[in-house]
């Protein structure tokens, strides 16, 4: 008896350890499984979202294409409108920020204006963009240093944009701050001699300084350079008359008027033609 009752407990032990791991191997499997069905559900979450996130940038890229469009035919409003959308989409990127700034400036939405050139610039601090952006606003709600720093902050991301210095200059002749106006406008016709803006302000503010000589010569180019851009010819006809080159003045004031949308400067040159003609 003793010795079937050893080989009993001897056969049972010997059937449990395969049973033991048997179940052993069947939970690694299970979690094996689960492991793998975890990992294939988050990959797919993720391809999911890349998906999702691609689709809201082409919409977000088509509509500020829209809106570019709208900016371009002067549809400001609806322009606004479409890059608030775009903002929404993609509230990371600078550049709706920058667009929509754009529309609020020609709006005189000025703080507006302010808000999101300053979002633009802080979302892409490398971008000289907004910060001119910035400085235009400033301008125009009549704050001239805040102007003259946002240039400034631009000017040292971009130092050879002429564009920026002919800007600047032009708000230190504002101030009275010739020499400095003057040294900006030179370095904006260094870095681009072809610049109108830098040749119309220059030519002001040689005029400003008694040069007229000087002046003649930078509102002649700028003509030269942009013959259907009325303001020079004014100018010019002015100096023409104040020298007494009659002729000359009248021909440029005559064009001037030709040119011109605005009513108010027209009728100044109107008047100082109608005085040219008296004195004839």
């Not at 509509?63 to 549809?75: E, R, T």
């Not at 609806?78 to 959308?85: F, G, H, S, V």
């Not at 016709?189 to 220059?202: I, K, S």
Request: proline share 4%.
């Amino acid at each position: 008896m003793g010795i079937k009752t050893n080989a009993l407990k001897t056969g049972k032990q010997k059937n449990a350890f395969p049973l033991t791991r048997g179940i052993i191997v069947g939970l690694t499997a299970a979690i094996v499984v689960l492991v793998t069905g975890l990992v294939v559900t988050s990959y797919q979450q993720q391809e999911a979202a890349a998906r999702q996130k691609a689709a809201i940038e082409k919409e977000a890229q088509a509509l500020q294409a829209v809106a570019l469009d709208q900016i371009d035919a002067g549809n400001y409003e609806a322009a606004q409108k479409i890059l608030t959308r775009v903002v929404a989409l993609t509230p990371a990127w600078s550049e709706p920020y920058y667009y929509r700034a754009v529309t609020f400036m020609a709006l005189q939405q000025y703080d507006q204006a302010l808000a999101d050139y300053e979002q633009a610039a802080q979302l892409s601090p490398h971008w000289a963009l907004p910060l001119a952006g910035k400085a235009s606003a400033y301008a125009a709600m009549g704050k001239l240093e805040e102007a003259i720093a946002s240039y400034d902050k631009a000017i040292n991301l971009e130092p050879k944009a002429a564009a920026l210095y002919a800007n600047r200059g032009q708000l230190y002749h504002q101030l009275g701050r010739l020499q400095q106006a003057r040294d900006d406008l030179n370095l904006a016709l260094q870095f681009n001699p072809d610049l109108v803006a830098a040749r119309f302000n220059r030519g002001v503010l040689l005029y400003a300084l008694g040069k007229a000589d000087e002046a003649l010569e930078d509102f002649s180019y700028a003509i030269y350079l942009e013959p259907t851009h009325a303001p020079p010819y004014f100018n010019r006809g002015l100096i023409y008359a104040e020298l007494g080159r009659v002729g000359e003045a009248k021909a440029d004031l005559e064009q001037f008027i030709a040119l011109s949308d605005n009513p108010e400067w027209v009728q100044i040159a109107q008047e100082t033609l109608a005085g040219l003609n008296n004195e004839k």
